[in-house]
């Protein structure tokens, strides 16, 4: 199949999904889909186009004409994942490593932009940032979290642009708490909930390690009915360094003794080698979480 046949026939397909849940924001093809080492996401009038290794400048027009021809767009972004940044790299710069020359997008100029979905209100970046500021492959999860959130505390780590937050908050939480040690993030969390009409003393903010509001919520007694945790596959701060691998069995501990009794953590990340520590299994209960999304994601509860 042509790609702008498959294109045309991904956004038919795509349009009931995209109408039920209100979305502006989702991926119109993937690299599977397309045989070939891209993907392609829609926010709004514009289009993001993922590169996982080079492609021939022609095909790239042939990409961009089909969707200007079926979805009246014009605005394109590129995004090298060729050897992608840590998050706290990425939120650094705005001219990416590349091993071959990135094709220039048509938008000259920051680029920042609000989407909806399911109903909320989200601010993405398109310019500057490797991440747009939401993970699109985390839809059904941050629906998940919603609807578990009513009337809970909920803690959501390594929280990026606190999008878990928001839906908890949608979802009727008692409170939530953010953390994240990016100051960039944090005020992007902040204005999230803001256009979202949440109230601030509703939903906190913590400019902080994750290792060290754990600290934090054992000196103050704080407990929570929900953990989330979404660290990346590596990251370093102030010379120390965090590895998904080597780390993510602390980071479980540490969090279920915040736990309330009854609640529970959804761990995920996007390590594909990704293997979870078989000693865990002893001290808490490890499920998969069933929904739709394509990286490691548990359900993780004390026993």
């Known amino acids: 199949m042509k790609i702008a046949e498959l294109i045309a026939k991904n956004f038919k397909e795509r349009q009931a999904y995209i109408k039920q849940n209100a979305l502006e924001a989702y991926r119109l093809l993937t690299k599977e889909e397309a045989g070939l080492p891209l993907a392609v996401d829609i926010y709004g009038e514009n289009a993001v186009i993922q590169l996982f290794d080079q492609i021939a400048p022609p095909l790239l027009h042939e990409i961009e004409t089909a969707i200007t021809a079926r979805l009246g767009i014009k605005n394109f972004f590129y995004k090298n994942r ?48 490797l991440d747009t500021g939401l993970f699109l492959d985390h839809r059904e999860t941050r629906k998940w979290i919603m609807a578990q959130s009513k009337n809970k505390t909920v803690l959501n780590t390594f929280a990026y642009t606190g999008s878990f937050s928001v839906y908890a908050a949608k979802g009727g939480a008692a409170k939530t708490y953010s953390v994240d040690l990016s100051r960039t993030y944090c005020e992007w969390m902040k204005k999230n909930f803001a256009i979202n009409n949440m109230p601030p003393e509703k939903n906190w903010v913590f400019k902080m390690d994750t290792f060290e509001f754990f600290k934090y919520a054992k000196r103050k007694k704080l407990r929570f009915d929900i953990i989330i945790i979404d660290p990346p596959t590596f990251s370093r701060n102030k010379g120390k360094s965090f ?53 490691s994601c548990f359900v993780v509860t004390a026993f």
């Open 82 to 129: 060729t050897n992608r940044p840590s998050r706290s790299e990425a939120k650094q710069i705005a001219h990416l490593r590349t091993d071959f020359p990135l094709p220039e997008s048509n938008f000259r100029g920051r680029k920042e932009i609000v989407i909806q979905e399911n109903g909320l209100k989200f601010h993405v970046n398109l310019s500057d940032y």
């Open 243 to 295: 590895s998904i691998k080597k780390d993510h069995p602390r980071l479980i501990r540490e969090a279920l003794a915040l736990l309330n009794k009854n609640g529970f953590i959804l761990f995920s990340n996007n390590y594909e080698q990704f293997q979870m520590d078989p000693a865990l299994s002893k001290s808490c209960k490890i499920e998969n979480f069933k929904g739709n999304f394509p990286h």
